[in-house]
């Protein structure tokens, strides 16, 4: 059960982290940081490597331009994480630990309207239907035991990190073949 709420509270924190930004706070258009990479301390060595390669946040500047040109201010409101999937995989000759987390959560955001120029905030809202959406960050975590994070582990050694995420998924993301590189 111990494990269970660290996994939620981890998948929660990614969440949290991974899709609330700030203008204010995103680095540079040569070096992204701040917000906008402020979930890779909960990632593994190898997820830290698929941040870099193929995250949004990392890979361009679009999104940066985006988050800087409309002074955008997102953050993730009414987080609700569940425990969809728990397996121990062999991997390369080793056992690890994977628990597949969905994270519900709807997005606050605060930025400048195109047209008027004045700062609107709501939250994020379905162009269709005019609700506010709502969204679905599939976490996957594997094990690594906190007596082996070292002295600065993230979240003071919660148990967990995350090899990889997928936004708005149709299925569950597979965990990668090399979790902790």
Known sequence: MGDAIEALRTGSTFTDREMSYDYRNI??????????????????PGGQIR???????????V????????????QVVNAQPSLVQFE????????????????AFGLFQSKIDAVSGTRTEQLELDPTTHQPLLH?????????????QGAYAPMG???W??????????????ATATPLL
Do not use: C, E, M
Request: glycine share 8%.
């Open 88 to 103: 121990i995989i062999q991997l390369q000759g080793q056992q690890y630990q994977f628990a597949w987390v969905n994270v």
């Open 27 to 44: 680095g540079t258009p040569t070096h992204h940081s701040g917000t906008l990479t402020g979930a890779t301390f909960l990632l593994t």
């Open 51 to 61: 941040f870099s390669h193929y995250d949004v946040r990392a890979i361009n500047n």
């Open 157 to 159: 050694g919660t148990g």
């Open 136 to 148: 679905h960050l599939v976490v996957v975590l594997v094990r690594q035991s906190p007596q082996t």
């Open 161 to 174: 990190l995350v090899d990889t995420y997928a936004l708005d998924p149709n299925t569950l993301p597979f």
């Open 63 to 74: 999104l940066y331009d985006t988050i800087l040109n409309g002074k955008i201010i997102q």
